[in-house]
């Protein structure tokens, strides 16, 4: 990219995130030939989940914007946890965020020959050696950070003694634990991960990709940093906790590189959500214990889980915008998600009737069997979506909550001898109602309409206080709608390490509402499919919708009752 974009880029936005300086300087600077190219490497043991946006966000954003390239490469150095339909998860659901990889879809199991290799040159050059202690034994002599590990008594042992040990524990000759290879490093370095880190391990398990052919297998932090050299990358961006193994990366990188270049790592603060637990692994344990229904439960802070929900790629990415890259760890509030999601639904979703909790309205003076059309806007920030018409009729379902009986003075909705104006249609007042006899609750509501108030209409002028939603009763389709809450009922779940995460657990996250009325419009929608319920919330049709049973989840509520009730 050439001085002139660069500028450009750098200043149609500000301000710009540290590594985003970082990679400016860089540009600027001529290194790399003026080249950037990123990677995402996920380990396939897992779906995504937010914390993985925010980093696909800056690994992809940052290449698109500098006219780089950003690989996608799945860190499949561990055969026993990764499976098929992690991958294929994770491909779509970048996809699903805008990004793409084009060809560039990479294994660290690619280089697993590669990796062999430069491990057999470590050997042959003193830096690796065969260690035969159990790990409990190796990581007992680790030492502290202030005081010096103890050096193996297997740490200069020859080179061809090790070579060879290490042939045959990629043979099948040894037990898995039996023996590691580790790097040759300084047992008394104050970073921990220095201290003859282990760098292969036996293990006798079928990878997705290499079959059979390994039976040992490099360690994360031996894969990592060549795989990034390998590809060429230039900024290697990842989470604050790698910071500690950046030397190891380097020193590694260091042996390894036959010419100039070489990765710059730049570490960046994690996604933390307030409510939310963000570890793959906790988040597998809900999945298999049932805690939830599936890796795309809409409660989930998965990726498949959010678009269940009703989320959107921009308002994800608009979060990921507003919170930015750190190098302080914080737990960001998820508030903050929510409100980023009104926002984009606010622009986009059309406006709908839906009553959740039906009450039964008679309109007692409308003549029976006469339906009228009444013209409602889909969306009063977007005129280029159109009105829509709604069927009106006698008998109309409101909320319960809309009619109390015994109403206190600031109630502005329906009560014995008030008015309200049903929203695009007649003022109607409340003339009597019917209690069951049995559990006392309001059966029916009677009410009278004066015709001279239709919206819109010449002599509208009459004023009442409240406008309620409604939904014509023959027309009206029956649905079932799934109220969502947190999943959990702790702002910081994962953060109680006394307790299990578990014990936080809200239990009434999922609420199932069946019988709710619906606006025959709905009919059409397809999975999905987003919509204001208006007065109640953003909805969208789930995918077990079918057209004689469908199905709504609550993607969030219009006001953000949560913050309130907490202050
Ligand atoms: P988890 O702890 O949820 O299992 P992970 O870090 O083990 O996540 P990886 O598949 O190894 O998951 O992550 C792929 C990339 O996503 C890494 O570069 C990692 O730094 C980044 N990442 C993972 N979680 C977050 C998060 N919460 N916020 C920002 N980036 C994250
Ligand atoms: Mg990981």
Same mark, same amino acid.
């Given at each position: 990219?050439?001085?002139?974009?660069?500028?450009?880029?750098? =200043?149609?936005?500000?301000?710009?995130?540290?590594?985003?300086? *970082?990679?400016?300087?860089?540009? !600027?600077?001529?290194?790399?030939?003026?080249?950037?190219?990123?990677?995402?490497?996920?380990?396939?043991?897992?779906?995504?989940?937010?914390?993985?946006?925010?980093?696909?966000?800056?690994?992809?954003?940052?290449?698109? &914007?500098?006219?780089?390239?950003?690989?996608?490469?799945?860190?499949?150095?561990?055969?026993?946890?990764?499976?098929?339909?992690?991958?294929?998860?994770?491909?779509?659901?970048?996809?699903?965020?805008?990004?793409?990889?084009?060809?560039?879809? +990479?294994?660290?199991?690619?280089?697993?020959?590669?990796?062999?290799? +430069?491990?057999?040159?470590?050997?042959?050059?003193?830096?690796?050696?065969?260690?035969?202690?159990?790990?409990?034994?190796?990581?007992?002599?680790?030492?502290?950070?202030?005081?010096?590990?103890?050096?193996?008594?297997?740490?200069?042992?020859?080179?061809? =003694?090790?070579?060879?040990? *290490?042939?045959?524990?990629?043979?099948?000759?040894?037990?898995?634990?039996?023996?590691?290879?580790?790097?040759?490093?300084?047992?008394?370095?104050?970073?921990?991960?220095?201290?003859?880190?282990?760098?292969?391990?036996?293990?006798?398990?079928?990878?997705?990709?290499?079959?059979?052919?390994?039976?040992?297998?490099?360690?994360?932090?031996?894969?990592?940093?060549?795989?990034?050299?390998?590809?060429?990358?230039?900024?290697?961006?990842?989470?604050?906790? +790698?910071?500690?193994?950046?030397?190891?990366?380097?020193?590694?990188?260091?042996?390894?590189?036959?010419?100039?270049?070489?990765?710059?790592?730049?570490?960046?603060?994690?996604?933390?959500?307030?409510?939310?637990?963000?570890?793959?692994?906790?988040?597998?344990?809900?999945?298999?214990?049932?805690?939830?229904?599936?890796?795309?439960?809409?409660?989930?802070?998965?990726?498949?889980?959010?678009?269940?929900?009703?989320?959107?790629?921009?308002?994800?990415?608009?979060?990921?915008?507003?919170?930015?890259?750190?190098?302080? #760890?914080?737990?960001?509030?998820?508030?903050?998600?929510?409100?980023?999601?009104?926002?984009?639904?606010?622009?986009?979703?059309?406006?709908?009737?839906?009553?959740?909790?039906?009450?039964?309205?008679?309109?007692?003076?409308?003549?029976?069997?006469?339906? #009228?059309?009444?013209?409602?806007?889909?969306?009063?920030?977007?005129?280029?979506?159109? &009105?829509?018409?709604?069927? %009106?009729?006698?008998?109309?379902?409101?909320?319960?909550?809309? %009619?109390?009986?015994?109403?206190?003075?600031?109630?502005?909705?329906?009560?014995?001898?008030?008015?309200?104006?049903?929203?695009?249609?007649?003022?109607? &007042?409340? #003339?009597?109602?019917? !209690?069951?006899?049995?559990?006392?609750?309001?059966?029916?509501?009677?009410? @009278?309409?004066?015709?001279?108030?239709?919206?819109?209409?010449?002599?509208?002028?009459? &004023?009442? !206080?409240?406008?309620?939603?409604?939904?014509?009763?023959?027309?009206?389709?029956?649905?079932?709608?799934?109220?969502?809450?947190?999943? %959990?009922?702790?702002?910081?779940?994962?953060?109680?390490?006394?307790?299990?995460?578990?014990?936080?657990?809200?239990?009434?996250?999922?609420?199932?509402?069946?019988?709710?009325?619906?606006?025959?419009?709905?009919?059409?929608?397809?999975?999905?499919?987003? +919509?204001?319920?208006?007065?109640?919330?953003?909805?969208?049709?789930?995918?077990?919708? @079918?057209?004689?049973?469908?199905?709504?989840?609550? @993607?969030?509520?219009?006001?953000?009752?949560?913050?309130?009730?907490?202050?």
């Amino acid at each position: 990219m050439n001085e002139e974009n660069i500028r450009e880029k750098e =200043e149609s936005r500000s301000p710009v995130s540290f590594i985003e300086q *970082f990679i400016i300087d860089d540009l !600027k600077a001529g290194k790399n030939d003026g080249r950037i190219h990123t990677r995402f490497p996920p380990e396939p043991n897992g779906y995504l989940h937010i914390g993985h946006a925010k980093a696909i966000c800056l690994d992809f954003g940052m290449a698109l &914007k500098y006219g780089g390239k950003c690989n996608l490469r799945f860190d499949d150095t561990n055969p026993i946890k990764e499976e098929i339909e992690y991958i294929d998860s994770i491909k779509e659901d970048i996809h699903w965020l805008g990004f793409d990889w084009e060809d560039r879809e +990479f294994y660290a199991s690619d280089y697993f020959g590669q990796l062999y290799d +430069f491990a057999v040159d470590l050997i042959r050059c003193g830096l690796a050696y065969v260690d035969d202690q159990p790990a409990e034994v190796i990581s007992s002599q680790k030492g502290t950070p202030s005081k010096p590990g103890l050096l193996s008594p297997f740490r200069n042992r020859p080179a061809e =003694e090790s070579l060879d040990l *290490f042939e045959r524990m990629n043979k099948s000759e040894f037990d898995e634990g039996s023996r590691v290879l580790r790097a040759k490093i300084d047992m008394a370095s104050p970073n921990m991960h220095m201290r003859d880190p282990i760098i292969y391990r036996i293990l006798k398990a079928s990878h997705h990709r290499t079959g059979e052919k390994w039976k040992v297998y490099p360690m994360y932090d031996f894969a990592h940093g060549q795989c990034d050299y390998f590809e060429g990358i230039t900024h290697s961006l990842c989470t604050l906790e +790698f910071e500690v193994h950046r030397p190891l990366y380097d020193w590694l990188v260091e042996q390894l590189r036959t010419d100039d270049f070489r990765p710059r790592q730049i570490e960046f603060n994690r996604l933390n959500l307030t409510y939310t637990i963000l570890s793959k692994r906790r988040l597998l344990e809900l999945v298999q214990e049932g805690k939830v229904k599936g890796w795309d439960d809409p409660r989930m802070p998965t990726l498949c889980g959010l678009r269940r929900r009703g989320y959107t790629p921009e308002a994800i990415k608009r979060f990921i915008d507003m919170i930015g890259y750190t190098k302080v #760890e914080a737990i960001n509030d998820v508030s903050l998600l929510e409100h980023a999601i009104r926002e984009d639904l606010n622009k986009r979703a059309p406006r709908v009737f839906g009553v959740l909790n039906p009450l039964k309205i008679n309109i007692t003076n409308y003549p029976e069997g006469k339906v #009228e059309e009444v013209e409602l806007i889909n969306n009063p920030e977007d005129e280029k979506m159109g &009105k829509r018409k709604v069927p %009106f009729s006698r008998e109309i379902y409101i909320e319960q909550e809309d %009619f109390m009986e015994h109403p206190p003075h600031k109630f502005f909705r329906l009560a014995p001898g008030r008015e309200v104006r049903l929203k695009g249609a007649y003022i109607i &007042k409340c #003339e009597d109602y019917r !209690k069951n006899p049995d559990t006392g609750a309001i059966d029916e509501v009677y009410c @009278t309409y004066d015709p001279d108030t239709r919206s819109g209409g010449n002599t509208s002028e009459k &004023k009442v !206080k409240g406008t309620l939603h409604w939904v014509s009763a023959p027309h009206a389709i029956d649905a079932e709608v799934r109220l969502y809450d947190r999943l %959990f009922n702790h702002e910081d779940p994962a953060g109680q390490k006394e307790e299990d995460f578990r014990k936080f657990l809200n239990p009434d996250s999922l609420k199932i509402l069946r019988g709710c009325k619906l606006e025959p419009s709905l009919k059409l929608a397809k999975p999905l499919d987003k +919509f204001q319920f208006q007065r109640v919330g953003y909805f969208c049709a789930d995918h077990d919708s @079918t057209e004689s049973a469908p199905v709504f989840n609550m @993607t969030v509520q219009l006001k953000d009752t949560w913050a309130k009730i907490n202050k």
